[in-house]
């Protein structure tokens, strides 16, 4: 499977996580021609394989929004569109805040919402407890759910993109890293790799929260920061909790997947950059279980079963980066997407495919394209609703 | 939910008269009767007063404990639930199932959902609160109260050292010199890359539920080892059980035997024998079958049964009979009457410490596992962690405190030591391989092969997914969910592996390291939570 069925594409994608394999899958459904997406691990490695399976509409910017109004209308689809079931679950998501200005902000979130036609609502404390009858609301001042968000189980999404970018003729290649960026006259010819050179005219940087070492390869200095983010999964239980459940003060987020398992995570501070690896700390076990239990107190029995970790890819303004970079024509960028990626995938990879051949997109240029870091006058605008 | 215990005084050891007869797996609701008996399986699962998912064969009940079996309506013995077995004997595809008609999907959801977990939400009686822990800072540790591990602890005390020994069963005895608690988990927390010198930091899980927080400048690894599993068709069925299993159930826990197959010719086959000669009605073994255990069965009259293929456990309930069948291929299987079958074929070290601790591991063919690349006294790659007794190969009580006197001896040792080099890859085979290999022509059955009993994956779930172009074992354990369960994989995946190298035409080795998650046991939130503050881990 890793040996390389041609020298010469017309797309080379670094990165095979959802981001790069939908990129690629939307290529080759548009007719753009031989795609390569190389990868350096084992499919689901990278960020893909280490995510909470959320996805949700509630964010500070409209354009968010609106992006995952979509995105959500092709999850439901995904399984009737791809041979996989994701197994996307609308239980809503929980917003909860516990002072009156995260009030006063979930308030202006279900104003984004709302304007965009979606059914988002203000919670007294007391509401909470219909959707989610487990929490303690001690603390807890005011809250917003929104019943179509949802969460799904991540990896059949990797393995249903993968198949379909097989069966249209796309090459996934395992195992290989890309090692250089080659340019020549100033534009993209290809790629260097541990797999051989590789000629391309066009290359796609997904590499997740290896995105900014890559570009770093091609010479580009670039503002994506990866930062490691730490998540765990306790033995499997009963349905007990429907929505996903977000606490504004420190970020803690969970749900119960379809297996039982709750899986969550909240971010405790660690050195940026990709150098750590994977590990798991002391301090995010304690942290992170001090504050489910305070949230949910009958869960202190419950048995941890596995703790993990994986790099979000931060930008300053919380947007992605999408479209081609105006300092290396041929380099395009399909990263940034903090913790949201996957969530976002379906409907950013539309993007990236347009932008890839040359079509105009419906994205606000001072919001998503790389040229807008060079612009010392740039919006202001910041999508800020991070965790879970 | 039939209530199993009657409390009475225990004398600190779980008495296992009070494990649960029968329980039910957790998708199929096949089912299930407790199996290995040392904690790692999900088979003895109940709930007690309201807590979920305890292993009723670790637990140390108190009079007035209420324990009942989950997961299985409107009891174990006849679970309404087990329908979902019969009517999909090839099992049921949540991975591509499911998915038309639109309008079915949320319905189809909650179905699904219902059948998957194993306990209910906690109700516990007490109102639950972080269990205090705390933190520990020693020079030597020793993981593993055994013989190896009293016999490195014993080195370290006459040179003047007071280790600290950490120990998952119950320690009845102090030992002199040493500062030891008994039921308490350790594991490594893996170091950050790049990170430089530094203590080793494990987080430990003791059984009132708390958690510690250890820190270490010297670590011998002296953990020992368990009974492998096997798969066939039935393997998951009440009454197969490991070595272990049967020397700690029998014969507290039904389903008791008097009429067992003993799946294997080596040493641990022998002491079975010894054991159970008199309960035992044949020895089954995949290769040859060593002199000594032949002796053992001509003196008992206990048939052998030299290459022979384990094809499957008959009956439903319990075991009832196995069929079998000689490798070669060319004779027709036959069956035995039996109620019970010992898997004693193998034993493997626990390799998990080693791996977390960020040890170079190497592929071992004769045991067929991975153990970490040891030295003559014991050292690995990673300077101040030492391997003792089954990790580093010793087989015997004698070759078990040999290595840990010398772990403890070249730990003691002053400068940096030698570093082991990993031994030169070699042709040599496991045995199982070639088994497996015929096992998979021949067709195991007639049944379900459950691979991964804590999940309910079938072997054909992992045979589909190689079949797809699916490779390694870190992308079919995502695709399958093999080793996903509460055993941490400890019983699938060293199979998984070997059934994975035949498919992918490959070496073992090249599959895939086994990676094993922290906290590798199941701990609970509140021992976490009630972690000190004072350690920060972060550089
Ligand atoms: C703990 C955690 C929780 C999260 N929760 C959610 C959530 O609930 N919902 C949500 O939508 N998102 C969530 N995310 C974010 C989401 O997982 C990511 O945004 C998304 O998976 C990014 O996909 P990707 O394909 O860009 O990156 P990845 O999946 O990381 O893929 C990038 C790939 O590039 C490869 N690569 C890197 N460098 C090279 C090279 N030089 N050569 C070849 N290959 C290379 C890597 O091996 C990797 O596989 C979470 C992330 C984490 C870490």
Redesign the interface.
């Known amino acids: 499977m890793n040996a390389p069925e041609r020298r010469t594409y017309q797309v080379a994608i670094i990165g095979g996580g959802i981001v790069g394999l939908f990129t690629a899958y939307r290529l080759l459904r548009a007719g753009a021609g031989p795609v390569v997406v190389l990868e350096r691990g084992f499919l689901s490695s990278g960020a893909s394989g280490r995510n909470g399976g959320g996805v949700r509409q509630q964010w500070d910017s409209r354009v968010t929004v609106r992006l995952m109004r979509e995105a959500v209308q092709d999850w439901k689809q995904f399984g009737r569109e791809f041979g996989t079931n994701v197994w996307f679950r609308q239980g809503g998501y929980l917003f909860l805040a516990a002072s009156p200005a995260e009030v006063t902000r979930l308030g202006q979130v279900t104003e984004a919402v709302r304007s965009e036609g979606l059914d988002g609502r203000l919670l007294e404390p007391s509401g909470v407890l219909r959707y989610a009858p487990s929490l303690s609301l001690d603390g807890i001042l005011g809250a917003t759910f929104l019943k179509t968000d949802g969460t799904l189980y991540p990896f059949p999404g990797v393995w249903g993109v993968y198949e379909a970018v097989r069966a249209l003729g796309g090459e996934v290649r395992l195992g290989v890293e890309v090692t250089g960026v080659r340019a020549e006259g100033g534009r993209v010819v290809g790629l260097a790799t541990t797999g051989g050179p590789v000629e391309a005219p066009i290359v796609v940087n997904a590499a997740g929260g290896w995105s900014g070492d890559v570009s770093r390869l091609a010479g580009l200095s670039v503002p994506n920061v990866a930062s490691r983010h730490e998540i765990l999964a306790t033995e499997p239980l009963k349905p007990f909790l429907d929505p996903m459940v977000i606490r504004l003060s420190d970020g803690l987020y969970f749900s119960q997947t379809m297996r039982g398992e709750v899986v969550g995570g909240l971010s405790v501070p660690h050195p940026t950059g990709t150098r750590a690896g994977v590990p798991t700390s002391t301090t995010f076990l304690r942290t992170m279980s001090r504050s489910m239990v305070r949230l949910v107190p009958s869960l202190a029995p419950v048995g941890v079963l596995r703790a993990w970790s994986g790099y979000y890819d931060d930008t300053p303004d919380g947007f992605p980066v999408i479209g081609e970079d105006p300092r290396l024509p041929g380099f395009f960028h399909a990263n940034g997407f903090s913790g949201h990626g996957f969530m976002l995938s379906p409907a950013s990879s539309k993007r990236v495919a347009q932008a890839v051949l040359g079509e105009r997109t419906d994205l606000d240029p001072a919001l998503f394209s790389p040229g807008r870091f060079l612009d010392p006058h740039r919006s202001t605008e910041a999508e800020g609703l991070q965790p879970g | 939910m039939e209530p199993v215990l009657v409390p009475g005084p225990t004398a600190g050891r779980p008495d296992l008269r009070r494990l649960p007869p029968r329980t039910r797996s957790?998708r199929y609701h096949r089912p299930r009767a407790p199996f290995c008996g040392v904690g790692y399986c999900t088979n003895c699962l109940v709930r007690v007063n309201g807590?979920?998912?305890v292993r009723s064969c670790r637990y140390d009940a108190a009079p007035g404990d209420v324990m009942t079996v989950?997961?299985a309506w409107p009891s174990a013995r006849f679970d309404i639930l087990g329908v979902f077995d019969v009517l999909f004997p090839h099992g049921i595809d949540?991975?591509?199932?499911?998915?038309?008609p639109?309008f079915a999907?949320?319905w189809y959801?909650r179905v699904?959902?219902?059948l998957?977990?194993?306990?209910?939400?906690?109700?516990?009686s007490l109102?639950?609160?972080?269990a205090p822990g705390r933190s520990m800072e020693t020079d030597v540790l020793v993981l593993g109260a055994g013989t190896a591990g009293r016999a490195a602890v014993e080195t370290f005390v006459a040179e003047g050292v007071r280790p600290l020994v950490l120990e998952r069963e119950p320690v009845p005895t102090p030992i002199a010199g040493a500062e030891c608690l008994g039921r308490t988990t350790a594991v490594f927390?893996?170091?950050?890359?790049?990170?430089g010198p530094r203590p080793f930091?494990l987080?430990a899980s003791v059984s009132d539920?708390s958690a510690i927080?250890v820190r270490a400048r010297t670590v011998v690894v002296a953990v020992g080892g368990y009974d492998a599993s096997l798969w066939f068709a039935g393997s998951d069925r009440p009454g197969v059980v490991t070595a272990e299993g049967a020397e700690r159930l029998h014969p507290a826990v039904r389903p008791d035997f008097s009429h067992a197959v003993v799946f294997g010719g080596g040493p641990r086959a022998f002491q079975i024998l010894e054991r159970f000669g008199a309960q035992t009605d044949a020895v089954v073994a995949p290769g040859s079958i060593d002199p000594d255990v032949a002796r053992k069965a001509s003196e008992l009259d206990i048939p052998l049964f030299p290459r022979t293929l384990l094809l499957a456990a008959v009956g439903r309930r319990a075991v009832r009979g196995v069929r079998l069948a000689r490798r070669g291929g060319d004779q027709p299987p036959f069956r035995l009457e039996a109620d019970a079958v010992i898997l004693a074929h193998r034993r493997l070290p626990h390799p998990q410490l080693f791996f977390q601790a960020g040890a170079q591991m190497e592929w071992r063919p004769g045991v067929g596992a991975y153990g970490p690349v040891v030295g003559g006294a014991g050292a690995t790659t990673v300077p101040g962690l030492f391997a003792a007794g089954e990790s580093a190969g010793a087989a015997s009580p004698d070759r078990a405190r040999e290595s840990g006197i010398a772990a403890a001896t070249s730990a003691l040792a002053p400068g940096p030591g030698s570093r082991p080099t990993p031994s030169p890859p070699s042709d040599e085979h496991n045995e199982l391989e070639g088994y497996y290999q015929e096992l998979l022509t021949a067709g195991p059955g007639p049944g379900k092969v459950v691979i991964c009993p804590c999940e309910d994956v079938l072997l054909g779930e992992l045979l589909e997914a190689t079949e797809?172009?699916?490779?390694?074992i870190?992308?079919i354990k995502?695709?399958t969910?093999v080793g996903t369960g509460?055993c941490?994989g400890r019983y699938c995946l060293p199979d998984a592996l070997l059934v994975l190298a035949l498919r992918e035409h490959r070496t073992p080795r090249e599959v895939g390291y086994i990676t094993q998650?922290?906290?590798?046991v199941?701990?609970?939130?509140?021992?976490?939570?009630g972690?000190p503050?004072e350690?920060?881990?972060?550089p």
């Open positions: 957790t807590v979920p998912n989950e997961n949540t991975l591509r199932g499911f998915r038309r639109a999907v949320p959801q699904v959902r219902r998957a977990g194993t306990g209910a939400f906690p109700t516990p109102p639950p609160r972080p927390l893996p170091p950050p890359r790049e990170s930091e987080i539920g927080d797809r172009g699916y490779r390694g870190e992308v995502r695709y969910g509460l941490q998650r922290p906290p590798v199941p701990t609970p939130l509140g021992a976490f939570a972690l503050d350690v920060e881990a972060t």
